[in-house]
Nanobody, 116 residues
């Protein structure tokens, strides 16, 4: 059974940093791309970043390029999102995601709030 658990969210001031973690279980972690999404109030859920199974390639939304870094530790079955230079518009619930056998799996989400 696929299980994703996010942690690391919180309240931070403009320009601050946070590191999100997502612990995964129930599948062969290193074989799958892992994704971070976010959803702000009243907005669609959007892809923030993704990383290939080996960690060799990453893709970022334009809005976070140069500020966020996705990484993974396959020995720990964990994917991370380092968020620097945070802005109020980064305020959202952040979700870890994996697509496996045509189905999307999500964690419960972690709230990130950036105050101005």
């Amino acid at each position: 059974q696929v299980h994703l658990v996010e942690s690391g969210g919180g309240l931070v001031h403009y320009g601050g940093s946070l590191r999100l973690s997502c612990a995964a279980s129930g599948f062969t972690f290193s074989s799958y791309y892992m994704n971070w999404y976010r959803q702000a109030p009243g907005k669609e859920r959007e892809l923030v970043a993704l990383i290939t199974g080996t960690g060799g390639s990453t893709i970022y939304a334009d809005s976070v390029k140069g500020r966020f870094t996705i990484s993974r530790d396959n020995a720990k079955n964990t994917v991370y999102l380092q968020m620097n230079s945070l802005k109020p518009e980064d305020t959202a619930v952040y979700y870890c995601n994996v697509r496996r056998l045509g189905r999307d799996y999500w964690g419960q989400g972690t709230q990130v709030t950036v105050s101005s």
